[in-house]
């Protein structure tokens, strides 16, 4: 019999599992962050085990240096759902020029730099930025830009299409 895979306590009859105590201190210790969607694989809940075996959206709430805290996006409704952030990453956003296409506009940028940082241009609707970094690209999702002028983000209709140029 396996216990908890954090403290190692309990007695369970699955492997991987985390028991109601560590998830509770996770989500008790942990600060609250941005929401941010993330691709997860392996996820924790008071009710067990609901990991997924290839990586789908999570939403991020909340972190501790070794766990994030959120749910996932689309199946389950589970709140407050661990994940390690060993199996949790960042949705990769491409580093050279791309066109992205969403429901009201297009897109282009230029390839970013070490920060990612790079130019941005809108097809016949001038933006009042030119330099942007791109924080969120998922097909389905807006797109979530910083263009540095305040704090502010820019959100954008949902993306229908995301395509690399050279
Ligand atoms: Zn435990």
Same mark, same amino acid.
């Given at each position: 019999?396996?216990? @908890?895979?954090? @403290?190692?306590?309990?007695?369970?009859?699955?492997?991987?599992?985390?028991?109601? #105590?560590?998830?509770?201190? !996770?989500?008790?210790?942990? +600060?609250?962050?941005? /929401?941010?969607?993330?691709?997860?694989?392996?996820?924790?809940?008071?009710?067990?085990? !609901?990991?997924?075996?290839?990586?789908?959206?999570?939403? !991020?709430?909340? *972190?501790? /240096?070794?766990?994030?805290?959120?749910?996932?996006? =689309?199946?389950?409704?589970?709140?407050?759902?661990?994940? /390690?952030? =060993?199996?949790?990453?960042?949705? *990769?956003?491409?580093?050279?020029?791309?066109?992205? +296409?969403?429901? %009201?506009?297009?897109?282009?940028?230029? +390839? $970013?730099?070490?920060?990612? +940082?790079?130019?941005?241009?809108?097809?016949?609707? /001038?933006? $009042? &930025?030119? #330099?942007?970094?791109? *924080?969120?690209?998922?097909?389905?999702?807006?797109?979530?830009? %910083?263009? &540095?002028? =305040?704090?502010? *983000?820019?959100?954008?209709?949902?993306?229908? $299409?995301? =395509?690399? !140029?050279?």
């Amino acid at each position: 019999m396996a216990g @908890c895979i954090k @403290c190692g306590k309990g007695e369970y009859k699955k492997l991987d599992v985390m028991c109601h #105590l560590c998830i509770k201190v !996770i989500n008790d210790e942990a +600060k609250s962050v941005k /929401p941010k969607l993330y691709m997860a694989e392996k996820a924790y809940h008071i009710l067990g085990n !609901i990991s997924r075996d290839k990586g789908f959206i999570c939403r !991020i709430f909340k *972190e501790t /240096p070794e766990y994030f805290v959120g749910n996932w996006e =689309e199946g389950y409704g589970f709140i407050n759902v661990v994940f /390690p952030k =060993e199996t949790t990453h960042e949705i *990769e956003i491409p580093t050279g020029a791309v066109i992205i +296409k969403t429901r %009201n506009s297009v897109y282009r940028f230029g +390839k $970013s730099d070490n920060e990612g +940082k790079r130019n941005i241009s809108r097809y016949k609707k /001038p933006l $009042s &930025f030119s #330099l942007c970094k791109i *924080e969120q690209l998922i097909v389905g999702y807006p797109m979530m830009l %910083n263009y &540095f002028h =305040e704090e502010f *983000e820019w959100v954008t209709s949902s993306i229908k $299409s995301i =395509e690399e !140029i050279s």
